[in-house]
């Protein structure tokens, strides 16, 4: 049985949720509009009671008044025995409803619901008539009946458009969270692949030097393959360390005025020797002096990475031009090399984890993970700085940065 995606899990919870809050609603809308309703309905009939009596001569026992109805009110007068002597009773009124003073009764007739309100007029405290009101509930319970369906109605639709729209928020929601969980499958694919490959090296090799007749030539071989495996090993682990710290947000950088240009000589005369093995010339043009903030590490393992980079990918007998020059506000760096170049449909690839341009510059030998070009562009982002490639296949490639200048505070 296929698993149920976390998306359509978050659905169905949310729309569990919303459906429950429908009914809460639902519920609560069902209880208190039949009682506000009615309160409502008691307040206007005992008012309208009050205000038919206040109408009243209990001085005359011959007045009379026509105004036994009043939107939808009926009116009507009693005897101190509780006969009726005048008014309007509705046709279906049970007639022998008790009289109860300054009391709200509530009354079922055939097929009706009726409210009263009894009120007994006194002249010199004794009792010569009763008023009573009587209001119909019958459209009390049509507005009740039609806002319950209504709110049937309604409240489903909203539940089903808040379901539909949460499906969507929630998958826009979890693209980055997919994207992320797809970065991390990928990421630990290709991490694996990179250690398996140098540990099988190292493995066969110390299984080699084992045998019986190996000689102490070909053990000292095996021990320069195992040393050559296990730095790579360990610069892999280094660098996958610190991925793994930026991505956890832990990298913090150890910001320090850092001469660039005096950084950048030093890592160009390490890398000489590696250099001069591939007959590449490195060419130097820095302008002196040149301070930004930040972390020299990371400067250094920048500068590492471009230039070995270029190394890598530059003409066997060609050169490497590294220049640093002042921009406005800015350092603009370039390293440059006269290799095979990257074709336009892979440059904005070059910067993803693993991605080896090995694969697109052919003709190289793979001696690099893939990690080196996303460490740079992380780098220099990192020290609020942008990085571009320019680069056409067979003319190489430059990679050109520009890193915020050091502000000097001046007297």
Partial sequence: MKKMSVKMQITLWYACFVIAISLFVLGI????SESLLLSGTEKDLIEHVREFADDIDVDDEEEETSDFYDGGFF????DTQGRLTGGSVPADFPLDTTLKNLKVQSIKGEGHRWLTYDMAMTHETQVVCWVRGVASLSAFSQINSILLNLLFIVCPLLAVLAIISGYFVTGKALKPVEAALENEKRFTADASHELRTPAAVILSQCEYALLPDTTREEMIEC?????GQSRKISALISQLLMLARQDSAKERLELEPVNISMLTEIVAGELEESASGNNIHLSLELEESLVVKGDQNLLMRMM???????IQYGKHGGSTWITLR???SYVEGCVRDDGIGIAPEHQKDIWKRFYREDKVRKGTEETHSGLGLSMVLWIVEAHGGTIRVDSREGEGAAFTFLLPLLKMDTP
């Fill in 326 to 328: 002042k921009k406005g």
């Fill in 29 to 32: 809308v069902a209880s208190l």
């Fill in 223 to 227: 021990i320069e393959v195992i040393l």
């Fill in 304 to 310: 590492v990475n471009l230039i070995e980079n270029s």
């Fill in 75 to 78: 009116f009507s007068i009693y």
